[in-house]
Each structure stands twice: as structure tokens, then as C-alpha cells.
């Protein structure tokens, strides 16, 4: 298979900058927690939690789940699945999700429920990309890095196949 060169839509310099903004929007909203959990949604957010949870003023631990999400094959009920679950208690604790990318909203509509009747001391989520065009339904996101188009993005941890996660940009690839 030959894989083009994806077009830049984010620089490195550009998620940088927006980074330093959300973790410090962050750390203030947090000043009052002793601890915030960061819970990674994997693949997709290891690069961005890498960087926000480095910047942020508040000690923080980390964890992660994996979901996967069904396309058009999905069965009712069954659109999204959970592939693994965090290691550690989230009872009591100010959690943060943080997820790479809310295209639809399914995958967070599934999650947040979850998690709240797990009884944390607060649940909120911050996503490094939000597709506008594409969100169905209400989905709440406490923080956002950027809004991009309705087009298959990739770097910085995001994936086509498993490929170009390592970019240090965000850029788009032809379908
Ligand atoms: P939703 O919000 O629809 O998102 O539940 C489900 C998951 O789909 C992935 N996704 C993408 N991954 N480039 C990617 O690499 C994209 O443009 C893209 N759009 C959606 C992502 O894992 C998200 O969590
Ligand atoms: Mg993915």
C-alpha cells in the first residue's frame, strides 16, 4: 500500500501553543483538587496526554481504557464496546477524560455514563479535536483543543490503519 504525504491542517507549533493554553485553563479549574485522574482513551490520546499532563500545574495520575467503535456494521445497543478498562478505583477522584478526537459523539455518550455511575468526585472531558459537522445528538466536552472539518485527520497520535500516529503535526489524508 503507498500512503501519501497528508496535507497539514495543525502544525507542531500551533498544538504546542493551544496545549499551554488548556493546561492552564486546566490547572486553574483544578486549583481546589489535590489529585486529578487523567484517563487516557486509547489508541488515539497518548500523544496529547503525553504533552497536556507535562504542562499541567496540578499533581495528576494516569490511566487508561480502550474502546472500540463500530461503523456501519454495529448492532443495536452494541455500537461501542469496552476493550479495557482502567487498573485503578475512580471512586472519589476528579476525573478528566481525554480523548484524541469526538467525531460523532458515540463514543462518549457510551463512556461518561459509565464512568458517573462509578462514583467519581467529578467526571469532565477535554478532547484534543471536535468534528462540528459531525456530533449527533447532546455530548458535553469541557475542553477542546480545535475544531477541524468533516475530513479523515491523522498525527499526533491519530491513526489511518495504525499508520502516521507518530507525526508530530495534524493533517488530513484523501479517504
Ligand atoms: P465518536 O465520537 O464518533 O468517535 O464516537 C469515535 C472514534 O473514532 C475515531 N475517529 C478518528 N480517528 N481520525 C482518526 O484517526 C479521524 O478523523 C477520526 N474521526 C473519528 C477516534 O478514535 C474516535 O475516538
Ligand atoms: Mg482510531
Request: neutral net charge; hydrophobic residues 45%.
Amino acid at each position: 500500500m503507498t500512503l501519501g504525504r497528508p496535507k497539514v491542517l495543525i502544525t507542531e507549533e500551533a498544538i504546542r501553543a493551544r496545549i499551554s493554553e488548556l493546561a492552564r485553563k486546566i490547572s486553574g479549574d483544578y486549583a481546589h483538587a489535590e489529585e486529578l485522574l487523567l484517563v487516557g482513551i486509547l489508541k488515539g490520546s497518548f500523544v496529547f496526554l503525553a504533552d497536556l499532563s507535562r504542562r499541567l500545574a496540578v499533581p495528576a495520575t494516569v490511566d487508561f481504557m480502550a474502546l472500540q467503535t463500530y461503523g456501519r456494521e454495529s448492532v443495536p445497543g452494541e455500537e461501542v464496546r469496552l476493550l479495557m478498562d482502567t487498573r485503578s478505583d475512580i471512586s472519589g477522584k476528579h476525573v478528566l477524560v481525554v480523548e484524541d478526537i469526538v467525531d460523532t459523539g458515540k463514543t462518549l455518550r457510551y463512556l461518561l455514563p459509565l464512568l458517573a455511575s462509578r462514583g467519581p468526585a467529578s467526571l469532565r472531558t477535554c478532547a484534543m479535536l471536535r468534528k462540528p459537522a459531525r456530533i449527533s445528538g447532546e455530548v458535553h466536552i469541557d475542553y477542546v483543543g480545535f475544531d477541524v472539518p468533516d475530513v479523515w485527520v491523522v498525527g499526533y497520535g491519530l491513526d489511518r490503519a495504525d499508520r502516521y500516529r507518530a507525526l508530530p503535526y495534524i493533517g488530513s489524508v484523501s479517504p
